[in-house]
């Protein structure tokens, strides 16, 4: 991306996701100046989408969020919406499927300054990431059916699908410690045993990745027990989906985690991992760390920034540590100053470290 502008689409949503919105573009405007240039691009989304438009996925913010090279999303939905015949999260399906989003990237990451808040007692830092398969599997296999005597799902995935998302989870692991973990059922489950030729197969294009299999019973017990051993696990849709929330849980920290959704071409989109909140919308004391982080992910990930992405990382966690924090992780201050704080953290760094290289 270099000397191009950056084509960001903006959705901030519904309920705290305007909130945290807000704060996530302050901090990219703050660690952008004369080193990464972008346009925004904002359009309504979800509840809002609703309300403007009468969907969620209105034309525009799906011709802007195509025509991108990233999305930063917020959060959508809420009690508002509840009764409505086209409900918000199916904005979200929509959006998945139209850009081809079948990856889902969810870090886990328990840093010193977070340490506190992990409701396990961990000696070693802990830092793995989940690549869930996300457009097909069981949540959209046909037949699905009910009636009175019983009821049907089905699980289906082709080798296509399979092999796509696994090499996403090798070319990750290549860049961090060269170890793909898949996880499946595949003692029970013939798609499982699919997976399992499929992913061998993509394994033996990377040979310096060490490539290990684990029963997801046995995975569920790990990221509690030795979260430290894993370091990308790939896993089909609906063990994702559980593993995902449980790996969250292991931070004791929802309102601080970021996730990535991509396919092959085309933008990827950036989201916190958590809903709308619409317990403490309007309030002002909304923890904007998820979607701080998620602006660092996209720096990293689509414009290859991870140096600004690691003065983001690196402010966050100073300002843990300070003890200016939201009311989620046991402060008492407001999404405001949060927000400045790490803004402020950005423009120290940044100056000494301008001083120190003219010295
Ligand atoms: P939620 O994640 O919105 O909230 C769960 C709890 O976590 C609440 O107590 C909330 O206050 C707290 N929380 C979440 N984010 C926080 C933050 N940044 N700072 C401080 N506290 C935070 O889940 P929910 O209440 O079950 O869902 C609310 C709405 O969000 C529903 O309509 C749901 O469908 C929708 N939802 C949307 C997404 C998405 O946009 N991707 C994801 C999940 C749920």
Redesign the pocket.
């Known amino acids: 991306m270099t000397n191009q502008v950056a084509k960001i689409t903006v959705l901030s949503?519904d309920?705290?996701g305007p909130e945290?919105m807000k704060a996530g573009l302050a901090v990219l405007k703050a660690v952008s100046q004369d080193q990464f240039h972008y346009q925004i691009d904002e359009h309504p989304f979800?509840g809002a989408g609703i309300d403007q438009f009468g969907v969620p996925l209105p034309d525009e913010t799906l011709s802007s969020a195509k025509q991108s090279d990233a999305v930063l999303?917020a959060?959508?939905?809420?009690?508002k919406w509840d009764d409505a015949p086209n409900r918000?999260?199916k904005g979200?399906l929509q959006i998945r499927q139209e850009l081809n989003l079948f990856a889902n990237i969810r870090p886990t990451s328990i840093r010193a300054a977070m340490q506190r808040y992990s409701p396990i007692k961990q000696v070693e830092p802990v830092n793995f990431v989940i690549v869930r398969e996300l457009t097909s599997g069981i949540y959209f296999g046909k037949p699905r059916e009910i009636d009175d005597t019983h009821a049907i799902d089905t699980m289906r995935y082709t080798v296509e699908e399979i092999r796509r998302v696994a090499r996403v989870a090798f070319e990750m692991a290549m860049k961090r410690k060269r170890h793909v973990t898949m996880v499946d059922k595949a003692n029970v489950l013939a798609t499982s045993n699919l997976w399992r030729r499929v992913v061998a197969e993509v394994a033996a294009d990377f040979p310096e990745v060490h490539y290990d299999t684990s029963y997801v019973d046995a995975a569920a017990m790990k990221i509690i027990s030795a979260p430290e051993q894993f370091d990308v696990i790939l896993t089909e849709n609906m063990f994702g989906d559980i593993l995902s929330d449980e790996a969250a849980e292991i931070t004791g920290s929802?309102?601080t985690i970021p996730s990535m959704s991509r396919g092959t071409d085309g933008p990827a989109l950036y989201?916190?991992?958590?809903?709308?909140?619409?317990?403490?919308a309007g309030k002002g004391?909304?923890?904007?760390l998820?979607m701080i982080n998620s602006v660092a992910m996209m720096l990293a990930h689509t414009f290859d920034r991870s140096d600004l992405a690691d003065q983001i990382s690196q402010s966050v966690d100073a300002v843990i540590d300070s003890g200016t924090v939201?009311p989620?992780l046991g402060g008492n201050a407001t999404t405001n100053q949060v927000t400045n704080a790490i803004i402020q953290q950005i423009y120290e760094r940044r100056h000494n470290y301008v001083e120190n290289d003219v010295r």
């Open positions: 949503g309920y705290i945290i979800g999303l959060a959508i939905g809420g009690p918000p999260e979200l929802l309102g989201e916190p991992i958590h809903g709308s909140a619409p317990d403490i004391i909304a923890n904007p998820s939201t989620d």
